[in-house]
């Protein structure tokens, strides 16, 4: 499973990093880093948690 980040959505709220700080990381500003991001097994239903919990939608599941 991949998530897609779509950076300049970003508005540095982290609910991601909050739910899931090992799938979702932020720079120092807050800001989630760009470009894509591969969800290590057994952690699937985590990042569609920290997928939905992101106000911004700036984050998208994208099969693989
Ligand atoms: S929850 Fe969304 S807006 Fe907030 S840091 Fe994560 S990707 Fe950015």
């Given at each position: 499973?991949?998530?897609?980040?779509?950076?300049?959505?970003?508005?540095?709220?982290?609910?991601?990093?909050?739910?899931?700080?090992?799938?979702?990381?932020?720079?120092d500003a807050g800001y989630i880093l760009p470009g894509d991001?591969?969800v290590p097994a057994g952690q699937e239903a985590l990042a569609?948690?920290?997928?939905?919990?992101?106000?911004?939608?700036?984050?998208?599941?994208?099969?693989?």
């Amino acid at each position: 499973m991949k998530i897609k980040v779509h950076h300049s959505m970003c508005q540095g709220h982290a609910r991601c990093y909050s739910l899931a700080p090992d799938i979702f990381q932020l720079d120092d500003a807050g800001y989630i880093l760009p470009g894509d991001i591969t969800v290590p097994a057994g952690q699937e239903a985590l990042a569609q948690r920290g997928v939905r919990a992101c106000p911004e939608r700036a984050l998208e599941v994208a099969e693989d």
